[in-house]
């Protein structure tokens, strides 16, 4: 007689401050998206490259809270690599709309580091990134 193999337990990755992460990623994939998607569809000409990068933004926030909320070792590494391609983005858009403010005519979520959304969208990152580095090492 065959034992069956229990499969490991997912860790999960939104317990305590997790929750938080997950609830302000939900949030910013709502803005980010309904955004991106009315700007995209009623003035796309007036600023392709900055109504484009706000709609990366919604999908990478996305994908970040799916692996939050699926749990597990392999969903947690998924989460810290976009993490710091969040970031990484934040901080490249952030610095070029800075320098360069004429290759926006109209914001992204990202622009001036997120100055437009409380600067949540560089906060963020860092904190999933330490979260992740913590439930890691639990």
């Known amino acids: 007689m065959a034992t069956a ?3 490991p337990e997912r860790t999960r990755l939104i317990a305590g401050p997790g929750i938080l992460l997950v609830w302000l990623y939900g949030v910013m994939v709502v803005g980010a998206v309904s955004r991106s ?3 995209i569809a009623t003035d ?3 600023a392709p490259l900055a109504y484009t990068l706000s709609a990366l933004a919604g999908v990478v926030y996305g994908f970040i809270t799916y692996t939050l909320v699926r749990g597990g070792e392999t969903a947690r590494r998924a989460a810290r690599v976009c993490c710091a391609a969040e970031l990484a983005g934040v901080l490249i858009v952030g610095t070029w709309t800075l320098l360069e403010p004429s290759a926006f005519p109209d914001s992204t979520v990202w622009s001036d580091y997120g100055m437009g959304y409380v600067f949540i969208p560089v906060l963020l990152p860092l904190s999933a990134l330490y979260w992740l580095r913590r439930a890691r090492a639990a």
């Open 5 to 7: 193999e229990k499969k």
């Open 44 to 46: 796309f000409d007036r």
């Open 37 to 39: 998607v009315y700007q």
